[in-house]
C-alpha cells in the first residue's frame, strides 16, 4: 500500500491542471476581465514547457539516429545531418528570415511543408475510399467534400472553375470549422470531466465512477 506522501506530487498535479482547464474554458465562454490575466500567463507556460519537451524530444531522436548514423544507416547520417544545419541556422543572426536559415527555409523546408500537405488529402481520400464504406451517406459525404476541398485547391481549377473555390471555402468555414471546434470543447469537457473524476470520486454518474475505479485498480 502506497503512502499518501507518495501521492502527493500526483494529487497536486491533478489540482493544477483541473484548475488551470477551469480557467481556460472560463475565459473561452465568459467575459470576464479578471480571467484573463490569469489565462494568458496559463497560455505563455504552457507555451514555454511545450518549446522545451519538443526540444527535448528533438535531442531524443537526434541521439537514437546518432546510434544508427555510426552504424552506417544512410538516412540517419543524412537526418542528424540536416538537424545540425537548421539548429545551427536558428542560432545564427537573423534566425530563418535571412541568411543561412532563410536559405534553408526558402528552398528545403517551405517546399518539403508544401509537397507534405498537398499529399496529405490524397492520402486521407485513399484511406477513407479504402477503409470506410462510400456507401453510406456520412461516408460519401465526407468523401465528396474531401474531394471538392482537393480540387479547389488546384490553383488552375479554381481559376476556370470559380464554383470550386466558393465550395471549398463554404466547406472550410462551415462544417468542417464547426467540427474541429466540436471536437476541440469535446476533448476540453471530457478532460474536465476526468480530472473531476480523479479529484472527485463516486461524485458523477454510476458508469462513469465505476469506469474511473476500473482504471485506477487497473
Given at each position: 500500500m502506497t503512502s499518501p506522501l507518495h501521492r502527493l506530487p500526483e494529487f497536486l498535479a491533478i489540482i493544477l491542471a483541473f484548475v488551470a482547464g477551469l480557467l481556460a474554458f472560463g475565459n473561452y465562454f465568459f467575459?470576464?476581465?479578471?480571467?484573463?490575466?490569469?489565462?494568458?500567463?496559463?497560455?505563455?507556460?504552457?507555451?514555454?514547457v511545450s518549446g522545451a519537451a519538443l526540444l527535448m524530444a528533438a535531442f531524443n531522436l537526434a541521439g537514437r539516429h546518432a546510434r544508427r548514423a555510426a552504424q552506417k544507416d544512410v538516412g540517419s547520417a543524412l537526418l542528424?545531418?540536416?538537424?545540425?544545419?537548421?539548429?545551427?541556422?536558428?542560432l545564427l543572426p537573423g534566425g530563418f528570415s535571412s541568411g543561412l536559415g532563410g536559405w534553408l527555409y526558402q528552398w528545403l523546408l517551405a517546399p518539403g511543408l508544401a509537397a507534405l500537405f498537398a499529399l496529405l488529402p490524397i492520402f486521407l481520400a485513399y484511406a477513407l475510399f479504402r477503409h470506410l464504406s462510400v456507401r453510406d451517406l456520412g461516408g460519401f459525404l465526407l468523401f465528396v467534400g474531401m474531394i471538392i476541398v482537393l480540387l479547389g485547391q488546384m490553383p488552375a481549377l479554381a481559376s476556370r472553375f470559380p464554383i470550386l473555390a466558393a465550395l471549398r471555402h463554404d466547406l472550410l468555414i462551415g462544417p468542417a470549422a464547426a467540427a474541429f471546434r466540436g471536437v476541440i470543447l469535446g476533448l476540453a469537457t471530457g478532460v474536465i470531466l476526468a480530472i473531476f473524476l480523479k479529484l472527485f470520486p463516486g461524485s458523477g454518474p454510476s458508469f462513469l465512477s465505476s469506469q474511473s475505479k476500473d482504471e485506477d485498480q487497473s
Open positions: 467575459d470576464l476581465p479578471f480571467l484573463v490575466a490569469p489565462t494568458q500567463f496559463l497560455l505563455k507556460t504552457v507555451v514555454l542528424i545531418g540536416g538537424f545540425i544545419a537548421a539548429f545551427v541556422a536558428g
